[in-house]
């Protein structure tokens, strides 16, 4: 079966977001796996009520959303893809909504009813849809589906921003207390850090050596903590202001118990329980892979 993957985030941001280019890449090889063939693509911010548009769809013969972090908020982009499941529907193609995480979405909720299936990507996004009567299969971010890199591992924090960097004051703690040699700032994601010494890598395979050569990581981005989570480096999820608590939901999914201790008692709870913490995170990892793999129907 042919299919037309929308909301195709790669390339969305000059310079390319590693989480937004990984996860994309791995749901496209997830659906292949499972017998789909790719037919066409539509970027973000290209999947609207506009005809041209659902006569590509319509030749493709199916539609699968990509919803990564788009459906929140009655955001534009939130209500083009949650009304593409009810048009879908009108004109008789099959649509999957996956890989996404959805919240404060309250007055759109109920198209969610037309779709053919639904995964998401989070446990806040899974309960938030169930409050709403919304049945979807628990997934996780298709990143997981990519195998951690190899690096020698260096005494350093790496500091990943999201919608806004973390303060400078808890870099400066958290690597004072650590005692890192070295703090890198990251502009792997999306906002980036500016006027200030970053480090961009050229590919994501690289962005995951940067990963995997840390000691630790703080992050405001969420794909910068699901990252750590897939190489067991342990980090602080930083809280955006007006966002989710997505960064945090990350953290519990990654590290269990030791979320808790790692956010309220600090760096010497991560000095102390380092062994464990990524003890824990390594089981974690493979189950959260396993759970990437869900973002297709379980009879595929």
Known sequence: MNFLLANDTRGS???EHWGSWLTTTNLEQLLSRVGLTIADRLPLGRLKPVEA????????????????????????TAVALLNSLKMARERNVRVWIVNHGCWNCDELIEMYKYADFIAVRDVASFGYLAQHGISARLAADCSFL?????????????????LKPPEDSVVRRW??????????????????FSGKKTAKSGSAEESFRMIASSRFVISSSFHGCIFAAIHAIPFLPVQVSGQPAKTMVAAVEAM??????????GPGYVNAKCDEIQHEMRERARWLRKRASFNVPANS
Not at 53 to 76: D, F
């Open 256 to 265: 269990g118990r030791h979320a808790q201790g790692v956010c309220f008692e």
């Open 13 to 15: 941001v000059r310079g």
């Open 53 to 76: 548009v659902w006569k590509r769809i319509e030749k493709a013969g199916m539609l699968v959303i990509n919803g990564e972090g788009s459906v929140h908020s009655g955001t534009p």
């Open 175 to 192: 690597a004072r207390e650590l005692k890192c040699s070295r703090i890198v700032l990251s502009n792997d994601f999306y906002p980036r």
């Open 146 to 162: 990519s195998a951690p890199a190899q690096a020698a591992r260096r005494n350093q924090l790496l500091v990943c921003s999201g």
